[in-house]
């Protein structure tokens, strides 16, 4: 067997801090970042993570930590995910392949992790914002240093970048934004935005001004007063139009080459010294740079699992049952061959959220909207009142970026727009910015709401086709992350009756209620209290809401200890159950009632099963919680 021998980096090998990069002269820059490069491929090639966004921001990562003096002068990376050669240079590199680990590195920015990530990252959008507000305190606090927001063209389809703007560009700031165009976000971009950048970049006016704003950079030299500067970019504006930009009281430079440190540097410096108020630098880079098979796949390169570096290929740990989003993507397809009125929306997701194969099929009834989960969810709304059936598959944590949407234009209003909720509960590597845990909380407190959590595979199946004919209101039914239990698929779901449930096994002393995926922990949970001489009752209470009253209140009087077992937070499943057995007087009756949720904590990153085990979600725990509740321990109820 071949061992791979570590990439030879002697220039990064004298890097520990920004500081050092310092020390090196510019015409030593492009190695260093080559030899960065090398050492990002190689350790993602044995953690996993986000590779094509972080390789395409080598030569940008090491042009803003040679220019700015990081971490004074505050850089924001929106989103994260291509933070990992910042990262390297910043201290962390030691541990850069413990990245989404138990106990590792994060996979995005982070605050308590490094004082050069001054803000924490993983939704999109937020760099603006994030940025004008470090800004804006600077200035009240008199200080002189910079700010440098680093965003994608694919987090630029998103409104709250477009808020930030504007109201940067009316408090006149002094704030750089560095817009990342590398036509991509994870999947292939849409909107107008994306077309409007790549006019910018590829006409032929703006060509022309390029070559003349390079005679006279040559001849004044690369300090150019910002005055003349300024000059030639408003004759710019008159033949082209003028930018967007400019119209939002930011003074535009760009497009540049944002793999070229010859370009880069200058730039920068000079924006650094002369420049006032709000600055936009439009930098154009590939997605995947320097690694051939994220440069020819850059969709499948985004995020990775652990690969070969000499091949590209991806590791893949074998599958005995299908991927729940697969289930909901086949699924979704077969109702929707015989209901033309099935329309499907993403926001930006197509891949992640199955909705690609859906769109192969039904171009004209899919809809990806780009980032911008608001108004995903109040154009699956507006769809809902022509007589349309709109699914909205959107993640549980970026759902709740449109609360409010889900609040006034869905519930509000009895809208029966359905919510596919991928990645409820742990999501293992991506950690606490990604997990989906209060998507039951925020949901079934809402009047009017169908709330659903799928047990396997089959019960997906069945809530999708429950969806469908659901046409009195708003209903989501959520589903985790990873491959399913292998239970047996029926041909086409069934519609299940709303707000009831069902019992997989009889018990008389101790009832286990699941929501969700906990329900196998259930089972194998009684399997153990049966042979400890518990006899246990095991339900899939499959609704939170509306909640199948009648079971819970045959659960609360005919056993001695009722456990409800949900893979979500405080405030979800459990607190429906116990509102209403408080309630309904039948607390009184003796039954000692455990909930059993996620802990309260943002939980960062590990394998799921290990996140599963020490929230107590699993077998051993939910016999744990028993044996608490009746205060005695196994071998004494054996004896």
């Known amino acids: 067997m071949t061992v791979k021998s570590p990439p030879v980096t002697p220039l990064l090998d004298r890097v520990s801090v920004p500081a050092d990069l310092k020390k090196l002269s510019e015409s030593e820059l492009p190695q260093l970042a080559a030899e960065l490069r090398a050492e990002m491929i190689d350790a993602v090639s044995q953690t996993g993570g986000h590779l094509g966004a972080g390789l395409g921001v080598v030569e940008l990562t090491v042009a803003l930590h040679y220019v700015f003096d990081t971490p004074a002068d505050r850089l924001i990376w929106d989103v994260g995910h291509q933070a990992y050669p910042h990262k390297i240079l910043t201290g962390r590199r030691d541990r850069i392949r413990t990245l989404r680990q138990e106990d590792g590195l994060s996979g995005f920015t982070k605050r308590d992790e490094s004082e050069y990530d001054p803000f924490g990252a993983a939704h999109s959008s937020t760099s603006i914002s994030a940025g004008l507000g470090m800004a804006v305190g600077r200035d009240l606090k008199g200080a002189k240093n ?20 504007n109201n940067a560009g009316a408090l006149d700031a002094r704030l750089i934004v560095i817009l990342n165009d590398n036509d991509m976000s994870i999947a292939q971009p849409s909107g107008a935005m994306s077309a409007y950048l790549a006019r910018l970049a590829s006409g032929r006016t703006y060509q022309g001004f390029r070559d003349l704003g390079k005679k006279l950079t040559s001849y004044l030299g690369k300090s150019v007063d910002r005055a003349i500067t300024r000059a030639v970019e408003h004759a710019r504006g008159y033949v082209t139009g003028g930018t967007l930009f400019e119209e939002l009281g930011f003074f535009h430079i760009g497009p540049i080459d944002g793999h070229n440190l010859e370009h880069l540097i200058p730039v920068l410096k000079n924006v650094r010294d002369n420049g006032a108020g709000p600055i936009l630098i439009h930098v154009v880079t590939q997605k995947g740079k320097g690694y051939a098979p994220a440069e020819a796949a850059s969709d499948k390169y985004h995020g990775v699992n652990k690969f070969d570096v000499i091949t590209g290929a991806q590791a893949k740990a074998p599958a005995n049952a299908p991927a729940y989003t697969r289930v909901f993507a086949e699924t979704l397809v077969q109702e929707a061959r015989d209901d033309d009125r099935i329309v499907a929306i993403t926001a930006a997701m197509p891949t992640g959220t199955g909705l690609d194969l859906f769109g192969d099929l039904f171009p004209a009834r899919t809809f990806d909207v780009g980032i911008a989960e608001q108004h995903a969810v109040t154009f699956a709304a507006g769809l809902a009142t022509e007589g349309f059936k709109p699914f909205c598959a959107i993640y ?19 809208l029966p727009v359905r919510f596919a909720i991928d990645r409820a509960g742990y999501v293992g590597a991506d950690g606490a910015t990604h997990c989906g845990a209060f998507d039951v909380g925020y949901l079934a407190m809402l009047p009017g709401f169908t709330v659903m959590a799928a047990a396997d595979e089959a019960e997906l199946r069945h809530m999708i086709r429950t969806a469908v004919e659901h046409d009195s209101g708003p209903i989501a039914f959520r589903y ?51 042979a400890a001489g518990l006899s246990t009752t095991v339900a899939d209470a499959r609704f939170a809401k509306p909640l199948d009253t009648d079971l819970v209140a045959r ?85």
């Open 146 to 165: 910079n700010v440098i927001a680093v965003i994608g063209d694919g987090a630029m389809s998103a409104g709250m970048a477009y808020e930030a703007l």
């Open 555 to 639: 659960l609360a009087r005919e056993h001695e200890v009722l456990v409800t077992v949900e893979e979500g937070s405080i405030g979800g499943f459990g607190t429906q159950v116990l509102h209403h057995l408080a309630g309904a007087g039948l607390l009184e009756s003796g039954v000692r009632v455990r909930p059993l949720v996620l802990p309260d904590v943002f939980t960062d990153q590990a394998k799921p099963e290990r996140m599963i085990e020490l929230a107590g979600l699993d077998a051993p725990g939910i016999v744990r919680t028993v044996f608490s509740a009746l205060g005695t321990g196994a071998k004494a109820v054996r004896a």
């Open 396 to 414: 549980s944590t970026f759902l709740q970026r449109a609360y409010d949407q889900v609040v006034h234009d869905v519930a509000l209003q009895h």
């Open 480 to 530: 985790p992350r990873g491959n399913g239990v292998g239970v047996d698929m029926p041909e086409r779901g069934v519609a299940l009756p709303i707000g009831k449930g069902r019992v997989l096994r009889e018990g008389t002393k101790v009832a286990l209620l699941s929501f969700g995926t906990r329900l196998a922990d259930c089972l194998a949970a009684a399997e153990e209290l049966d």
